[in-house]
């Protein structure tokens, strides 16, 4: 089963991350910021509005001085491949299959839900046992871990520690909750998003797919993609968005009534009386 905890973070991620924003905009010096946090003159809802703001802009380098310790079970070598693709902004220490020796050549694997549906499971467990004996059998001979692991597949688990910024949270949930990722990462960094909204949700509610309301806000996949996701039937297609602008600009378009321009202000809507 997939575990993901959240052991640790910046302290204060608010703070942290208001800090680094409000040094670059602000005539105090970072020392009278802090002294304003600290006897309470800037609030907490200061600094999160504050914040809400600068998120909305591309100054995202303050984003990396804030980060999540993360520890992560029981997802598979299939997964981890994928995994330790991403480079900037996030640490990896994985369980070794040089230093660690399956014993009697037990090694724990996952079973995507596909298999199980197809009725295949107990032929993959079939070949798997074969796997364990034979790895068994080489290890009893005297080939070293590092060597037996060749036998090993995909599916074999495997553990992670890792410490990852949030500008580098943001991009993998940007692409890893997006529904063209792979089911096991979709599902971690999902998991990833749960510990965080739990202890920062301020932050947390950020991690979302790139088409999310606070990410682009469209897709940028192909059309077909897009055509097939569910999200989609909420989030706009990069290309239509394209299309509606090319139309507005040659002037294509019927002129917005008032009641859409209420609901792009997020706006109660004009009543007859304020006409
Ligand atoms: C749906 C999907 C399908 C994929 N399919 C494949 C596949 O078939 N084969 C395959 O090999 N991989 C595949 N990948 C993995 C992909 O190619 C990347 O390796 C992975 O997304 C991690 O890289 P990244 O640039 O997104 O993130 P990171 O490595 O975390 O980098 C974050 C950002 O930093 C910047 N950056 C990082 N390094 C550099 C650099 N050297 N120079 C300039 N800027 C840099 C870029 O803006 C980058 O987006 C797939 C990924 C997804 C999401």
Known sequence: MIQVTLISHTEDPIRS???????????????????????????????TGFIEERLKTGHSSPLEQVWFEFIISGVSRAFSHQFVRH?????????????????????????????????????????FDRVSELYEEMVAAGV????????????TNTNFKVTVNFQSLLHIADLR????????FRKVTALMRAEVM???????????????EYRMGYCD?????????????????????????????????????????????????TTAADD
């Open 221 to 269: 996949e192909s059309e077909a993609d897009w055509a097939a996701c569910p999200i989609g039937r909420i989030r706009p297609h990069k290309d239509a968005l394209f299309r509606l602008y090319d139309a507005h600009r040659k002037g294509e378009l019927a002129p917005l009534r008032q009641e859409d321009w209420d609901v792009i202000e997020e706006k109660e809507p």
């Open 144 to 155: 070293p871990a590092e060597d037996a692991r060749f036998l090993l597949p995909n599916a």
């Open 87 to 127: 480079r900037v902004g996030i640490s990896f220490e994985q369980q070794s299959q040089r230093y660690v020796t399956y014993k009697e050549g037990e090694f724990p694997y996952t079973v995507p839900e596909t298999v199980r549906k197809a009725g295949m499971e107990p032929k993959m467990a079939e070949l």
């Open 17 to 47: 991350l208001y800090m680094a924003y409000r040094t670059c905009y602000s005539q105090l010096t970072p020392q009278q910021v802090f002294a304003r946090i600290d006897d309470e003159r800037i609030t907490r809802e200061q600094m």
């Open 198 to 212: 739990r202890t920062v949700p301020e932050l947390g509610k950020y991690l979302q797919p790139k088409c999310g």
């Open 177 to 184: 909750l997006c529904t063209r990722a792979q089911w096991e």
